[in-house]
C-alpha cells in the first residue's frame, strides 16, 4: 500500500461538485470542516438533488427533503454556498452539456481547489461504483480544462464569465487510488455531525440507529486512513495536478 502525502494548504478557495446530496459527508466533509476552521472558504455544488435516492419516497416529495438535509449538513462544517444544477439523478450524463454547467460554475467561484468524488469505476475491489458518480467526476476533469480556455463555451464569456484557468488541483474523495490525506483527528465530530444531517435518506438506508451508523461508519473508516497517514483519523483523496 503506498505512502499517503499531505493534501496541499497553501489555497484559500475551493469548489466541491458531486452527483448528489450526501457524497460529500462520507469522509470529505470532516476535511472540509478542518479547511473552513482555518479561514478557507469553501462551497458545495450538487450536480442532481438526489432525488432518486430515497426508495420511500417519490422524486418530487424526495427532492426538498434533501436539499434541506443537504444545506443543513453543509451548514455544519462552516460551508454557506450551495447551489443544485438539477440534472436527473440516476441518469446524470458525462459530456458537453453537464462540461459546459461545470465549466461555468467553475469560471464564476474561481477555486484553487476542485474537489469532486471518486470517478473509477470501484470504490474497492467488488463495490461497484455508481454512474453518476463515474459521469460527475469525469465531467469534473474535463470542465476544469474547458474552464480555462475562453474558446470553449465562448457564449460564457461573452455573458461575462471570463475565463478561469486558477484550478492548481482536482481532489477526488474516497478514490481506490489515493494518493493525499487529511488529518481530520480534530473535525471528526463535525464529519459525523454532517452526514447526521441527511437523517431522511439515512432512515431510509438502514435499519441502524443514525447517530451509530454515521460514527461507526465515518470512525471506522477514518481510523483505518489515519493509521496509514500517522495521525487518529485521516480521510483520502487522490490529487491530480493541473
Known amino acids: 500500500m503506498s505512502e499517503l502525502a499531505a493534501m ?5 478557495k475551493a469548489l466541491a461538485i458531486v452527483a448528489h446530496p450526501d457524497d460529500m459527508e462520507y469522509g470529505a466533509a470532516a476535511a472540509v470542516a478542518r479547511w473552513t476552521r482555518a479561514g478557507r472558504e469553501v462551497a458545495y ?11 420511500t419516497m417519490s422524486p418530487e416529495a424526495c ?4 436539499d434541506a438535509e443537504q444545506r443543513a449538513s453543509a451548514a455544519v462544517v462552516g460551508v454557506t454556498s450551495v447551489e443544485f444544477l438539477d440534472h436527473p439523478d440516476g441518469v446524470i450524463e ?10 461555468a460554475a ?12 471518486n470517478r473509477r469505476d470501484h470504490f474497492m475491489p467488488g463495490n461497484w461504483n455508481s454512474a453518476d458518480h463515474r459521469a460527475v467526476g469525469e465531467s469534473v476533469l474535463d470542465a476544469v480544462n ?9 457564449d460564457q464569456v461573452a455573458e461575462g464569465l471570463e475565463p478561469w484557468g486558477g484550478v492548481r488541483w482536482v481532489a477526488l474523495a474516497a478514490s481506490p487510488e489515493a494518493t493525499h490525506a487529511v488529518d481530520v483527528t480534530d473535525s471528526i465530530e463535525l464529519g459525523v455531525a454532517s452526514l447526521l444531517e441527511h437523517r431522511a435518506y439515512i432512515t431510509a438506508l438502514t435499519d441502524e ?7 461507526d461508519l465515518l470512525t471506522g473508516f477514518a481510523a483505518g486512513v489515519g493509521e ?4 487518529q483519523y485521516a480521510t483520502t483523496f487522490e490529487l491530480i495536478n493541473f
Not at 453537464?98 to 465549466?103: F, N
Not at 467553475?106 to 468524488?117: A, G, K, W
Not at 474547458?146 to 463555451?153: E, K, L, P, S, V
Open 209 to 215: 440507529d443514525p447517530e451509530t451508523y454515521a460514527r
Open 94 to 103: 458525462a459530456g458537453v452539456p453537464l462540461r459546459r454547467d461545470l465549466a
Open 45 to 55: 455544488l450538487m450536480v442532481s438533488r438526489g432525488e432518486a435516492g430515497i426508495d
Open 106 to 117: 467553475i469560471r464564476r467561484h474561481r477555486p484553487e481547489l476542485v474537489i469532486t468524488l
Open 8 to 12: 496541499p494548504e497553501d489555497w484559500t
Open 228 to 231: 496509514r497517514f500517522g495521525t
Open 63 to 66: 427532492a426538498p427533503v434533501r
Open 146 to 154: 474547458d474552464a480555462g480556455n475562453r474558446w470553449i463555451f465562448p
